[in-house]
Structure formats: structure tokens, C-alpha cells
T-cell receptor, first 112, second 115 residues
Framework: SQQGEEDPQALSIQEGENATMNCSYK?????LQWYRQNSGRGLVHLIL?????REKHSGRLRVTLDTSKKSSSLLITASRAADTASYFC????????????FGTGTRLTVIP | DGGITQSPKYLFRKEGQNVTLSCEQN?????MYWYRQDPGQGLRLIYY???????QKGDIAEGYSVSREKKESFPLTVTSAQKNPTAFYLC??????????????FGPGTRLTVT
């Protein structure tokens, strides 16, 4: 399966701390995306990094991509209670259609 | 959730009945997708459509059917042939890809319970 796997499965931190989540995948990709899901809701796109990029920033988010290790990380700096959610990586499938393989997610809890 | 609506939010059905989940988008996107999410799991692709009147099977299409008669609408029917239909169903849309990748926009989801 090309599905990504996030690590850790669950993460609990204090407000103000940084949170790092990792994603590993198995086959070649053309892009990797990170999404956030609040409990019982739809997913919200956070950031997309293409296979020829190594690092990308968006506000308090920093994403890295290492295609040689087939891995990516999402760093959330200065976390807030409102960041509590599940975070999923999704890899773009090669070959045309904009289909994604989703990982199993990291459940982040930020304690106020 | 902006731009994509799914209805209803909760749906209850008896085993053996077909049920249709609605998905509508006003983002003028060509591509639409249906995913299934089970508790504590990621999303699995059921069907996708890149253009009106065309759709393709995803990874777990058995027991499901779709139609794409209008650009804005991509309804999913869960048939009685689907062995484990109870799940959270998510619809998404995006710009259709042609050599590039784009973010997907998701609806709020429909939680289907079959007893």
C-alpha cells in the first residue's frame, strides 16, 4: 500500500510547546499534503509540499520533506488549545488524477 | 467546510436498504471524491470523478455506486451489497489535475449507521 503512516499515533503537550508529527510513505510521490480534522468534522487542508521542495512554512506550521527517506514532518510551533485535532498526511498518487492516499493520523491534544 | 455541503449529517438505515448520501459543491471544481472513514482510521477512497458524466472506482468501490450528472453534485449510494456500511462518509472536491497537484476541499461529512 502507498498509504502514509503517521507517528506518533497520539501526542499530548502543554499549550505553548511545539508539536512534531512524522509521516512515512512507501512509493514515489509527486506531492505530500497535511490536513487537520476536528472531531466529527471534515478535513481542512493545511499545506502542500511538492516532491522537488524540501521545506515549506505557513504561519506557525513548518513542513519538511525528505524523498530519499520517504518521510515528512509537520511542526506546529507555540501550540494553542485550539490546535487540538487529528492531523493526517496525504500523498499524491502519480499518474494523472488528483487522488490522495491518507495516513492513519496523529491525534494531538494541547492542554491549556 | 466552505463550499461543499453534505446531507444529512446523521443517517440511520436498516440492513438491506439502499441509501443515498448527498454532496453538493459551489466551488466550480471539476473533480469530486468520496471517502470512507472508520473510527481511528484514515480516509479510504471509494469513487472519484474528474468531469461530468465520468467517474472511476477508488480503492474500496464494492457495494457503492455514484453518478455525476451535474458538475455541482456527486451523490453516493450505499447499496445492500456493502457488507459493513456503518462509517463516516466524506465528500471532497478539487481542481482537476493535469500534471499538477491540488488541495482537496472537504464537506462536513455524513455519519451513516446501519442496524
Amino acid at each position: 500500500s502507498q498509504q502514509g503512516e503517521e507517528d506518533p499515533q497520539a501526542l499530548s503537550i502543554q499549550e505553548g510547546e511545539n508539536a512534531t508529527m512524522n509521516c512515512s510513505y512507501k512509493t514515489s510521490i509527486n506531492n505530500l499534503q497535511w490536513y487537520r480534522q476536528n472531531s466529527g468534522r471534515g478535513l481542512v487542508h493545511l499545506i502542500l509540499i511538492r516532491s522537488n521542495e524540501r521545506e515549506k512554512h505557513s504561519g506557525r506550521l513548518r513542513v519538511t520533506l525528505d524523498t530519499s527517506k520517504k518521510s515528512s514532518s509537520l511542526l506546529i510551533t507555540a501550540s494553542r488549545a485550539a490546535d487540538t485535532a487529528s492531523y493526517f498526511c496525504a500523498t499524491g498518487r502519480t499518474g494523472g488524477a488528483n487522488n490522495l492516499f491518507f495516513g492513519t493520523g496523529t491525534r494531538l491534544t494541547v492542554i491549556p | 467546510d466552505g463550499g461543499i455541503t453534505q446531507s444529512p449529517k446523521y443517517l440511520f438505515r436498516k440492513e438491506g436498504q439502499n441509501v443515498t448520501l448527498s454532496c453538493e459543491q459551489n466551488l466550480n471544481h471539476d473533480a469530486m471524491y468520496w471517502y470512507r472513514q472508520d473510527p481511528g482510521q484514515g480516509l479510504r477512497l471509494i469513487y472519484y470523478s474528474q468531469i461530468v458524466n465520468d467517474f472511476q472506482k477508488g480503492d474500496i468501490a464494492e457495494g457503492y455506486s455514484v453518478s455525476r450528472e451535474k458538475k455541482e453534485s456527486f451523490p453516493l449510494t450505499v447499496t445492500s451489497a456493502q457488507k459493513n456500511p456503518t462509517a463516516f462518509y466524506l465528500c471532497a472536491s478539487s481542481i482537476a489535475a493535469s500534471g499538477r497537484s491540488y488541495e482537496q476541499y472537504f464537506g462536513p461529512g455524513t455519519r451513516l449507521t446501519v442496524t
